[in-house]
């Protein structure tokens, strides 16, 4: 199964939820894309205590999760993505037209 999700926040204990459930599901044999839109865009700088969202990232990217960032939204907010490449909406578009299922946060 294909899964999409779209992250347009950027607080701490729900983007890190979302790539502890990202990675689950590579674990049970999904594709699974994250696109990082709005305010999503800011989640590898999150930093909490309690939530290590950089941490969930990274074992996402490097078990095969494919993440992606609005580059629109990288430039407002003068963030530059480390562990995602900077995309478009034409990416978005085909993470949402090809997934089988699409979760939104």
């Not at 939530?51 to 095969?64: D, I, L, T, Y």
Request: proline share 2%; net charge negative; with cysteine.
């Amino acid at each position: 199964m294909r899964i999409g999700i779209v992250v347009s926040s950027s607080d701490p204990e729900t983007v890190w939820n979302v790539f502890r459930f990202a990675n689950f599901s590579l674990d049970k044999g999904e594709d699974v894309s994250v696109f990082l839109l709005g305010k999503g865009v800011e989640a590898e700088k999150i930093t909490h205590e309690k939530f290590n969202v950089r941490e969930q990232m990274e074992k996402f990217a490097e078990n095969g999760g494919r993440i992606l960032a609005c580059g629109t939204c990288l430039r407002i907010r003068n963030v530059e993505a480390e562990i995602c490449p900077i995309s478009t909406m034409n990416d978005l578009y085909e993470i949402v037209k090809d997934s089988d299922k699409l979760l939104t946060f």
